[in-house]
């Protein structure tokens, strides 16, 4: 694992004690650890985020798939696979294409926590299609980052709980609409169930308890904040 972000190079002695920073430049640069671990930090906030787009995304893939593997009589644990596995569901290209498309962008806070925002106005925001050393971009790993968290372990019980709601919606005699809206809804639903999205849920608590008793400085630091982003 990677230091932390809020501690060495990206605290400064300009802000007040426990104050947190993240790296001034969004463009592409040589990778360094800083970069690494603020990309690792805004990865821990966007994970929910991430994976509910990404369902949404897959949603007619997964009724297709759905539909072969019923018509083979194969197991739903086959599912994960047969849409390309959490790397195919994670490439970075596609990650990219998705969230200029939403106009999403990775949006961080002087807290320490970051969100997945919508652009202002027309802007397309701005992400690389492939992560290389010499040009890294921190919010493009971030995001990359999240969605590997995600699918990594959890692929396979969205995957479930998609055929689950296929097989009810065919029973039922579902139009293709009502089975993509049974698809959407069931994989989202496993999305707010899974790890990353707990602990997603756990540091957005911890954030409002600081800034809640801020005043009586009972709570701990937005640097420490980031540090169990980065756990």
């Given amino acids: 694992?990677?230091?932390?972000?809020?501690?060495?190079?990206?605290?400064?002695?300009?802000?007040?004690p426990g104050a947190f920073r993240w790296p001034d430049d969004d463009d592409p640069q040589q990778r360094t650890l800083d970069l690494e671990a603020a990309g690792r930090s805004a990865a821990a906030w966007?994970?929910?985020?991430?994976?509910?787009?990404?369902?949404?995304?897959l949603i007619d893939i997964f009724r297709r798939a759905s539909g072969e593997l019923w018509a083979r009589r194969q197991d739903w644990e086959d599912l994960a696979e047969h849409i390309g596995g959490s790397r195919g569901v994670c490439?970075?290209?596609?990650?990219?294409?998705?969230?200029r498309a939403q106009q999403l962008e990775v949006s961080v806070v002087a807290d320490g926590s970051a969100e997945l925002r919508r652009s202002p106005g027309s802007l397309t925001p701005y992400y690389v299609d492939r992560l290389i050393s010499e040009k890294f971009h921190y919010k493009s790993f971030a995001l990359q980052k999240a969605c590997t968290d995600v699918f990594?372990?959890?692929?396979?019980?969205?995957?479930?709980?998609?055929?689950?709601?296929?097989?009810?919606?065919?029973?039922?005699?579902?139009?293709?609409?009502?089975?993509?809206?049974?698809i959407g809804s069931a994989a989202r639903k496993r999305c707010a169930h899974l790890p990353p999205c707990v602990n997603e849920r756990r540091l957005r608590s911890?954030?409002?308890?600081?800034?809640?008793?801020?005043?009586?400085?009972?709570?701990?630091?937005?640097?420490?904040?980031?540090?169990?982003?980065?756990e």
Avoid at 48 to 55: A, S, T
Avoid at 91 to 99: E, F
Avoid at 156 to 180: H, K, L, N, W, Y
């Fill in 1 to 16: 694992e990677t230091a932390a972000i809020g501690h060495g190079a990206a605290r400064t002695d300009a802000q007040a």
């Fill in 46 to 57: 966007i994970a929910c985020r991430v994976c509910e787009e990404r369902v949404n995304s």
């Fill in 206 to 230: 911890q954030r409002d308890v600081v800034a809640g008793d801020k005043a009586g400085d009972v709570s701990p630091a937005a640097g420490d904040i980031a540090d169990l982003a980065a």
């Fill in 152 to 182: 990594r372990d959890g692929l396979e019980e969205i995957a479930t709980a998609v055929g689950q709601a296929f097989v009810a919606a065919t029973e039922r005699g579902a139009s293709d609409i009502d089975m993509m809206i049974s």
């Fill in 91 to 99: 490439r970075m290209s596609d990650l990219a294409k998705l969230m």
